[in-house]
């Protein structure tokens, strides 16, 4: 059964900080089934993906159309919530709160939970690059939103690497050194593939937004395999 989700002054309360506050300035407008459960955590993400996209294009300094489009593929936005969602974009870019400070509460409300941090980053990630580019404006925001939510060096060099085409790609995306036997390579697709299974998603009590997501991240693990494998001529 699905609930009216973001739901205003209500939730925004029960959420607290610069997320609820951004919330509360909704109130009376429902967000319906954009959420799972009116549960803290459900809201904080999606709110909080609503709220980083908004900062995110007040950074590069424009929204397309395609990144309108890519995030309403992350949200499955019912058209009788479109001016809900459109006016929380809105509040977000001209919010005095700074980027950082959504980040941070999302981090701390998810500090044992670091698969939904990651998922939180691909789904920036998919709206970032849906011009087909990623700007360098939007690439520093995201490594900073990244190292807020606890992701640098290698950890963060993964997840870009399922969005973004660099030199040693396949095994940056595998977390492997490209030096690692033809069996590691085997044993490590097959555990991550595994680990971000849409069903460990759904199990983890999200909204659908983040279930969408885990589809073209175990696409970009197969599409590294597969590329590995061709180079080293084992397929």
């Given at each position: 059964?699905?609930?009216?989700?973001?739901?205003g002054a209500g939730v925004g309360f029960a959420l607290g900080?610069?997320?609820?506050?951004?919330?509360?300035?909704?109130?009376?407008?429902?967000?319906?089934?954009?959420?799972?459960?009116?549960?803290?955590?459900?809201?904080?993400?999606?709110?909080?993906?609503?709220?980083?996209?908004?900062?995110?294009?007040?950074?590069?300094?424009?929204?397309?159309?395609?990144?309108?489009?890519?995030?309403?593929?992350?949200?499955?936005?019912?058209?009788?919530?479109?001016?809900?969602?459109?006016?929380?974009?809105?509040?977000?870019?001209?919010?005095?709160?700074?980027?950082?400070?959504?980040?941070?509460?999302?981090?701390?409300?998810?500090?044992?939970?670091?698969?939904?941090?990651?998922?939180?980053?691909?789904?920036?990630?998919?709206?970032?690059?849906?011009?087909?580019?990623?700007?360098?404006?939007?690439?520093?925001?995201?490594?900073?939103?990244?190292?807020?939510?606890?992701?640098?060096?290698?950890?963060?060099?993964?997840?870009?690497?399922?969005?973004?085409r660099r030199p040693g790609d396949p095994y940056a995306v595998?977390?492997?050194?490209?030096?690692?036997?033809?069996?590691?390579?085997?044993?490590?697709?097959?555990?991550?593939?595994?680990?971000?299974?849409?069903?460990?998603?759904?199990?983890?009590?999200?909204?659908?937004?983040?279930?969408?997501?885990?589809?073209?991240?175990?696409a970009a693990l197969n599409a590294a395999y597969s590329l590995?494998?061709?180079?080293?001529?084992?397929?």
């Amino acid at each position: 059964m699905a609930y009216g989700l973001i739901g205003g002054a209500g939730v925004g309360f029960a959420l607290g900080g610069p997320l609820g506050a951004l919330l509360g300035a909704l109130a009376g407008h429902a967000l319906d089934r954009l959420l799972l459960a009116p549960a803290e955590k459900p809201a904080a993400f999606s709110v909080a993906l609503i709220a980083l996209s908004a900062k995110m294009a007040k950074a590069d300094g424009v929204v397309v159309p395609a990144e309108v489009t890519a995030f309403r593929e992350v949200f499955d936005i019912p058209p009788e919530n479109l001016d809900a969602v459109a006016r929380l974009f809105n509040l977000a870019k001209q919010d005095t709160a700074g980027f950082e400070a959504y980040a941070r509460q999302v981090a701390q409300l998810f500090a044992d939970d670091p698969d939904t941090r990651e998922d939180l980053l691909d789904a920036l990630f998919h709206v970032a690059k849906a011009d087909h580019a990623l700007h360098e404006k939007e690439l520093v925001f995201l490594e900073e939103v990244a190292r807020i939510l606890g992701f640098t060096g290698a950890a963060y060099a993964r997840i870009e690497a399922r969005h973004v085409r660099r030199p040693g790609d396949p095994y940056a995306v595998l977390d492997l050194d490209p030096g690692a036997s033809d069996e590691e390579v085997k044993a490590r697709w097959r555990a991550l593939v595994a680990s971000h299974h849409p069903d460990k998603i759904a199990g983890r009590g999200l909204p659908p937004a983040a279930i969408k997501l885990a589809n073209d991240r175990v696409a970009a693990l197969n599409a590294a395999y597969s590329l590995i494998t061709r180079q080293r001529r084992l397929a």
